[in-house]
DNA sequence: TGCACGCTTGCACATTCATGCAAGCATTGT
DNA sequence: ACAATGCTTGCATGAATGTGCAAGCGTGCA
């Protein structure tokens, strides 16, 4: 398992030749998703821990869905989960994924600083 | 368009209610597959273009599908290619992709810093 | 003990997607 | 003009995945 398949707790370096960090493509497939996208965004505009039933709200689909995608979520180590009583409740646990998003940004600008500094109107809205 | 699909150089913002960052998941989409990761790996170590058969042998698919998935990362805005008589290099355009990193791993820090500085076991290795 | 509530899991289905092979297109060289 | 090289595209296929419905499981309450 290198790059094949890696997520935020389980992602090995070294093995990626030219990137100091390896692409965490089992993260990335838990984020390339928009009802996942709608969940997150739903957990962090309420800013507080929420159920699953209100975590529901953000999108049409089944709350079997959205249960299922709360442990996709849950497994790629972006949301964690806590019972009490006969809820279940998701928040957001970001700190692994604001440290490997930022350095996946080091790692990108300095494997190639060339390209990165030749074209700089890119992402630009 | 908001959530649902997006990418480096489309991606709205304030359609998120609580990210100030969309979550572009085209762009993740691009990134969530494990050949797509070794593509860029590979132009990664190479530190410069490379030519479509070169950057197939990082692989051991066919090269249509090479080409094929360099096409998906360009269209994220990952890689740009050029002609070159018969040949196409394709090279990493990271600049974008670095800042959008960044923005979104500020995004997430900012909007819930109790829980990334609650748990900070996360991500490491 | 029985029932209601909240969430998860099993199953079936439709869609998306990665892949390989063959054919096609663009460019260069003879 | 013709052939070779380099890459892309059409088509078919198998696997992965998102989704909904129904059933199941755990918990609290009467």
Redesign the interface.
Known sequence: MN???CN??N???GE????RE??A?EL??A????SR??I????????RPLRVTEVGTCCPQDLSVVSRHLTILREA?VV?SERRGREVWY????????????N??DA??S??PA???E??N????
Chains 1, 2 share one sequence.
Do not use: M, W
Request: net charge negative; hydrophobic share 40%.
């Open positions: 790059v094949q398949a935020l707790d992602c090995p370096e990626n030749e030219g990137l390896p692409i493509v990335f497939k984020l390339a998703d928009p996208a709608a997150l965004s739903s957990l962090a505009s309420a800013g180590g964690e928040r957001l646990e970001t700190g692994g994924l604001v440290r490997y998003l930022r996946l940004a990108f600008e494997c190639c390209a990165s500094s074209e700089g890119h992402g630009e809205k």
